[in-house]
């Protein structure tokens, strides 16, 4: 038994390291994230979200925090008109300094993409599962689907969300706008980028994980589990 928890421990651990790198690539890459003119569009989500759904919140919560660091890093050096949300260096639309609460932005949402999957995966789970006593492959591959949408609605609404609340004016500001149109903007961005991000996550991740789970000859991660 020793033997074989080892075993998971290194498999699970190889997994995250694979998924951090991939991370990392899509984050320093054109690939991971997309240069718009007003914002960056990411895909940095999906392994985050995979990595939560196989792995469990603790681990998801680390490729988080992987994808946030990599998202300061990134609008520090190649900055964009909002990048002053999104890294502490850059300053804010007429100052000559950046602000602490972009750190926020960059890691809570982040965070939670690693965290919202899991949990949205094994209610459902859970919910189906009482009402019905069935627990098979095809619950499993509706409830991976909502939490790839959940995941990556959670890191496009609670970022947009946030900028909102806390840079409203440098926002109007950065885009030559009246700041009471601000949230009608950020509105439509949610929609814009939200919904096709949810659905590439969607679309990527629920074949992922059956592929890893059906891999790993488990169902889900015991070593990183939080029952409900």
């Not at 190649?78 to 932005?105: D, E, Q």
């Not at 609340?165 to 030559?176: G, I, R, S, V």
């Amino acid at each position: 038994m020793n033997t074989k928890k080892k075993q998971d421990k290194v498999r699970d651990q190889v997994i995250l390291a694979l998924f951090t790198a991939i991370v990392l690539l899509l984050a320093f890459t054109p690939f991971g994230l997309i240069d718009l003119p007003i914002i960056k569009a990411t895909i940095l989500h999906v392994p985050v979200i995979i990595g939560s759904v196989v792995l469990g919140p603790k681990k998801g919560a680390f490729l988080g925090f992987v994808f946030g660091l990599s998202s300061i890093i990134k609008n520090t050096t190649a900055p964009s008109l909002l990048s002053f949300a999104f890294s502490p260096f850059i300053p804010l639309p007429g100052l000559r300094s950046g602000s602490v609460l972009s750190l926020v932005i960059c890691f809570i949402p982040r965070i939670l993409v690693g965290v919202t999957p899991y949990f949205t995966v094994k209610g459902i789970e859970f919910i189906i599962n009482k009402l019905t006593g069935k627990k098979n492959r095809a619950i499993r591959s509706a409830a991976t689907t909502v939490g790839a949408v959940v995941g990556a609605f959670t890191n496009t609404v609670l970022v947009m969300g946030m900028i909102y609340l806390f840079f409203k004016e440098p926002y109007a500001a950065a885009n030559n706008i009246p700041a009471d149109t601000v949230l009608s903007v950020i509105l439509g961005i949610v929609g814009t980028n939200g919904v096709p991000e949810a659905i590439v996550a969607a679309v990527i991740t629920t074949p992922v994980c059956l592929a890893l789970e059906k891999l790993t000859a488990k169902k889900t991660v015991q070593k990183d589990e939080i029952a409900i």
